[in-house]
Every structure is written in C-alpha cells, then in structure tokens.
C-alpha cells in the first residue's frame, strides 16, 4: 500500500488525527512485505520482536499476553533460551516481578508494554480485525482502532493468527476443554467448560461452584479463559500465509514467546 | 434482528439502564467491548471494598430477560432523518446489523455519534487533552480490602488510541506497579484494568449543557434526573485547569476552593442527544461541559443517567413519542418509584470534612480577608472552624457569590468598602485586591502589579504558605490585560521561572521547583496570551515563539514532561 493510499483510508475513516505521527514513521516501507500477527499474546511479542518492522501486533486489548496474564496471579515463567529472552527475565527480576521461576503476572502484562515498546515492537492496541481478505496474492486485513473509530485497511504478505480459538472461532475443533478460574479466600478455584461456552455461562457456573464449595468469597476472577487443545489439531496452515498458532497451547510464558522468536514463515 | 431498544456500552450507566430494561418485556440488545458488566467500576478496577466479581454476577442475573453480546465493536451506526436506525457490530469477526428503535449509547466516548461524524465536543476545553489513566485492582492480605491504584496523567486526543497512548499508559502503570510492590509487601495485586481510563474524550452535544457558573449561579434545573454532588477531585497542584474558564479560575484559584464541593442538579435534556428523536447519552459523555465534569466522574451519578435513560426509553416506547418530548412529570415518578432522583445534600458549599458554611455580612468578609491568607494540605481536608485560611476562602466565596446574584447595588458597597482596605497599603491589601479581582474591578490593578514586581516587600511579606496570593495576582492582570505588566511577566518566561518559583518555594509553596515553575509558567503564559490577544506586540509574541523552542526540562514526580503540557497549552489551544 503506498503512503498516499494509506493515508486516503485514513481520510475515509474521518479521524485522520487519531494515527500518530510516531506510529506512521514506524511503518515499515512497503507494508505488504509485513506479517500481521493477530493477538497480542507472548508468541506474538516473541515473532514481532524477532523482526519488527516486518511485524504488526493487532491485539483486541489493552492487556499483553492476556493468555497468561490474565489467567492466574502467579506462574511459572519458563526457560529462556534466546538472549532476548533472558534479557526479559533479568529485567522482570530487576522490577521484583520475577521470583525464582514464579513471576507475578498481572503487573507483568504491563511490564511486556514497555519492554516490548521500547525494542521497537509495533502494536495496535484496542484494534478490532474486520475483514482479512486474499487480493493479488497479499492479504487485505481490514482493522478498526477503537479511539479512530473508523475503518482502516491495510496490506499483509503473511497472516499468523495466535488468539485462543482463531477468529471467526475456526480453531474451534482443536479445543479439548476451557476453564474460567477465580482467586477466592480459600484458594483458587476453575470450573471446566465446554469449548464454545461464553462469558455469561463460564461466569455463571464459576460461580455456582464458589457457592457450592465455599460461599461466596471470591475476590477476583481470572479475566481470560485457559485453553486446552487436541494435540493433533493444534496450530494449523488455514491458507497460503495464513497461520493460526494459538499461544495458549504453550504450557509458559516463555515457551510461547521463544516459540514465537524462533517462528519461521514456511 | 429489531429490537425495541439498544444499549451500546454495558459499563456504569449503561449496566443500570440494562438492569431496568431487563424486567420490561421490551426486546432489549446488550452490546458490550468487554467480556463483563459494570465498566470502570468492574473490570476498570475501580473499586473500593466491593467484590468486583459479584457485582459483575449480581449485573448479569438482572439482566437475564436481555440479549446481551460481549466482545462486540460497534462499527457503524445510520441515521435517517433525526432518528438512528440500525446499529453494525463485529462479534468475534462476524459483523451484524441490527433495527433499534431506540438507541441507548453509553460508552461514555460518544460512539455512535464518531460513527455517524457528528460534531462532538472533546477533551478538554483548553487544549483538547484526554485526562488518561492506568489502573490496576490490589488487595490487601492482612485487612482482605480490595481496592484500585491508578495514575491519571493528560494525553492529547490524538494520541488516544493507539500505542501512543496504550504504552504511555501501561509504562505509568508499570513504573506505579514497581513502587508499589517496594511499599506494599503484604500486598498483591490481582490484575490490571482491562479498559484505558480515559475520560473527556468526547462529549456529545446535548439538547442542554450545563456548566460551573450555572451551577453556581443556582441557574435552575426544571427536569432535573440527577442529583450529583460536584467533588472537583482535579489534581490540585495542576494549575492547567486555570485555563478551563473563568468560573474555574475564581472557584479554584482566586476563592481557593479546589477540594470544595457544591449540589449540581442535572436536567434531563443533558442525555438527550441534540438533533435526534431516538438517541439517549447517560454515561460521562452528557450534557455538562468540562468544568463541571466532576459531577459526572461519580459511579452513583452514572448509574442515575443509566436509570433516567432507561425510564425515558420505556415511556417514548410506550406513548409513541420521541425522546426529547417525554413528558417530565411521568419521568420523575418512574424515577422516585424506582429509587431514582437521590436528594443531593442540601448545603451551599462544603469542604471534604463536611463542614458547612454559613453566609458572610460585609463586616466578617473583610474581617476574614484582615488575615494572612495561608493554604496548608491539611485544609483542605481538615473539618474545623473558625481557621483563617477557611474564613477567607469563604470570603472570597461570598464575595463571588453576591456578584453571581446579580446584587448589583450589594455588590458596589462592597467593592467600596474592599478598596478602601485595599488602599491602606499594608500587608492585606493584596488579599482585597483579589477580592476585587473576583468582582471584576479594576481598581485592583495597580496593587496586583506591585505584587508580582516587588515580590517580599511590605504587600507581599514572606508568610508560609501565602504563595497563592502571586499566583492570583497573575492571573487577574491577565485577566484585566494589563499592558504595563507585560515585561515584568514576560521577564518570568525568560528565566524560566527560575527565580519566582525560588519566590514560592521560599512561602512555603507545595512540591518541589519544578513543578513550583510550572504552576508560575502556566498562570505566566496564560496572562500573557490574555493581554497579548487585545494588545497584539510583534516584539513580545516573536520573543515568545522563540522561547517556546528552547527546550526546558520540567517534570513532575513521576517524569511526566510538564514543559511539553504547558507549551501546548498556551500556544497551540483554542
């Protein structure tokens, strides 16, 4: 896509200020040559920060990683093997977050932000993917940025999707199982679901089971599902350039993102 | 599908509005970004004490009549006419597109009507800032209280979206995480806010606004939904919302009342979109303008806007009628039925302590101004009487209030009376100069001019914490654009504040130089602008322009660029 056309889409979406100057300079110089990734999920960094002007996080979000992050208070963070990755752990030590192998995540997500941001990793957060289309042999990827509020379409050689279920729910088949969990004063609990369940019914059996169990002493409840998958059917070629390698399937942190950093387009 | 009605945005308001919609019978659709109900006050993390969950429970049993649908953008929006008639969102990359024939947006940002390109007001009045934020929800393990740590900063609106904002916002939130994790070892935090905070990002214009000098003008309100209580919790060292109005400059700067609060009654055509026969907007991005969204920022205030916007909908729905022709009357018994219309407290204006002040004669007023005019911290929050600095910021008030009144004859005995004080020359005649000031009489000029030129003399002697009286000063000879003082104040932009802000650190200013320098440079700059729009000078305006590229470093505790804030401010707003 050239500059002018980039910025004609803009114009069509009518908030031609919401795309700032910072963001556009970072463009890399033919964006069709990018890979979007969709979700801004620990494989996710790990590609992007392995070629990052070749990368574009797109991620639904203001959360990083949410697949970890957001699943539990404390985990173990993994193994790292690249040196970036241990570059992350001895900075996530320096911050007090990581102690032994156990990292707290929720204030986590927030340190990738910033370590991510300041490697010159691209990330649209807030970014909601419309339409991702083959024209000509690229992708046509349709996105909408909340605070633009409008429609802006940009150009992709390759497509890697990490999210849990793939969009449009295609990885549907490859889910054993979900669990929804909550920090409650007796403990952490999680419910086992079915894999299309929803918000309102994963909430709803969570909570029966914390009455059930032990009154109603939650204290906070996990904001992202944890997924299983079936092996076999995990991570999967949808279409030429078009990947979906859902993070979650990793059993850490940083077994998805050196998955992710060492992740090469076939 | 068709649906009687639609709530975009299932946070505060629009969780209330859902709530009272779900035991009507009408097909009712739910369209939330988030994965939960309840918005700031749940998954924003901002919460204090209540179990976040069980809100979020309680919200979603209510409302199991209802469609609701999580994670769903909004994505288009169309009108014919005045009336929005069908509404797009993406779930999960299916788009769908829906018939209301009432719209509910409660987003807060003015969703459908950045979809439909109508003209909305945003950020803030000044410069166009969003007041932004980072949160995240702790908890205490030894007391088992749950409770938000956030960390507001100002960003420009057009950084509001993208990564500008989001990693600006999560590194505040990082940086915040580190100390407090240092502090608080008995501590642990559960998770960071799945939503920006950011507040201010556009407003809708309504068929009503209403502002501060309303507010305290008693300008009645005849259809009034919400009782709020304004709580101006602005940051009180930001002096930047001097430049939000002139109400605001004499509440919080001249009278010194930024922690005081009053009751705003808000009229029900503030949710009532301008324009539009289907189109209700509970939630902050109402009818009221900037400096009085205080009255807006509280989750009870919300949740009236929610119910008031629910009723009127039921009502429209079951006469026939548009929006804005709901009969008032009607309104108001469904909302008392429902618990609605919460009398606000009764008083005329009161500090965070509750303590309640009474009206001034004359004789106290100058009697209260016949002191040292001093601001501690623990004013602001201490309930007690009869302390100097209270008495006159309550002076000042009185003062204010009479001219609000329109007391015309009232008002020029006073002013009679204030500059004779004034005129004795001694080390209180400053103090009835601002009261002057706040009268709009420029006899006070002259004696405001000596105090920002003979700093420590006999009219403006070195008493701890009287540092506001300089920054008044300032303020008001903009006001009064006064072309004698433009070298002496320009003389304070050349040096960066340097030495006045030695000055207020040396009457016991609050903080540390810089941010002393930024309070000088921000009353400075907007003085200048003042004088220079009515009394242009090439020469002055080329030497700002010059000084506005010489970089200055100035940042507040946590490094925010407070140089970079006020140069926009000044030279790029309104």
Known sequence: MTRRKFLKNLAASGFVSGWTPELWSAMPVRPAEQTILLGGTAFALGMALARPTESLVVERGVVLAP???????????????????????????RCGLLQGDRIELPPFSDFLASFFSLRGGRCLLETELISVERQNGSWQVGLFPLAIGGLVMTEAADFLDTTDLAWRNLGLDAVSSRHLGAMAREGDIAVELP???????????????????????????????????????????????????????????????????????? | MDYDVIVIGLGTAGGETLRELAGTGLRVLGLERLNGMGGTGTLGCISFGASIPARMIDLERACKAVTIVYEATV???RSIGRCVTEVSYVANGVRFDVLGRIVIDASGEATVGRLLGLPLRRGCSFDGTVASGARAESWQKSSGEIRPIYRNFPMPCSEHSLEGLANQALMWHVRRHQGWLSREKGSRLLRPSLMMGVRESARYWTERIQDLEGALRDVPVEDPIIHAWEPEDLPVYDSAYAFESKATQNWKVLCGLPLFGFPVSLSYRTIVVRGFDNLLCP????????????AMRMQSQMRQS???????????????????????????????SKGGLTVARKSDVTSCGGYVFEPYSDDQVIGALRQDVVRTPEWWYAKSENRPCEQAAWAYWNVW???????????????????????????????????LGLLDDARCVPMLRNVVTACNSVLDPVVERAFPNRLKAILLLGRFADVASVAPLFEIVEDDARAFADRLLQAKAFGSLDMCRYQALSYVLMALRNILIRHPDKGVLQALRAWRERPILLRDAEGYDLARRIKRIAFDAG
């Open chain 1, 195 to 266: 894999a299309a369940t929803t918000w309102r019914d994963g909430r709803l059996r969570l909570f029966e089971e914390a009455e059930r169990k032990m009154g109603r002493t939650i204290i906070s409840e996990y904001a992202a599902f944890k997924t299983r998958y079936v092996d076999s059917k995990v991570g999967r070629r949808m279409s030429a350039g078009y990947w979906w390698n859902p993070s979650a399937q990793y059993g850490t942190f940083m077994e998805a993102f050196e998955a992710g950093y060492a992740w090469t387009m076939m």
């Open chain 2, 283 to 294: 939630s902050r991005h109402l009818g009221v303008s900037h400096d009085l969204g205080g």
């Open chain 2, 75 to 77: 994505i288009a929006a």
């Open chain 1, 67 to 93: 697949e970890f992050t957001l699943t539990a208070g404390f985990s173990r963070l993994g193994a790292a093997t690249s040196e970036i990755g241990r570059e992350l752990c001895a900075q996530a030590r």
């Open chain 2, 306 to 336: 929610g119910l008031a916007a629910a009723c009127a909908a039921e009502i429209a729905l079951e006469r026939n009628l548009p929006v804005g022709a709901v009969p008032y009357a009607e309104l108001r018994s469904r909302l008392l």
């Open chain 2, 401 to 435: 209030k009479r001219k609000l009144r329109g007391d015309a004859k009232g008002v020029a005995a006073l002013a009679d009376r204030l500059q004779s004080e004034m005129n004795r020359c001694d080390r209180y005649s400053v103090n009835f100069a601002v009261a």
